[in-house]
């Protein structure tokens, strides 16, 4: 049903956006260092969307 696939859809949304936000988890930098770059999860919204 329409309800099936779109709950399927947002926990598959989750999933994806849970691992993006542990791969990218930043490293420390030494300490002295310069400015860290602005990069992170731009225009990424919200997973549960009803």
């Known amino acids: 049903t329409r309800s099936a696939l779109q ?3 947002s926990i ?3 999933f ?3 691992e993006a936000v542990i791969a990218d988890k930043p490293e420390k930098e030494p300490a002295g260092g310069g400015m860290g770059g602005g990069g992170g999860m731009g225009g990424m919204g919200g997973g549960m969307d009803f």
């Open 7 to 9: 709950n399927a859809a």
């Open 12 to 14: 598959a949304g989750l």
């Open 16 to 18: 994806l956006t849970t």
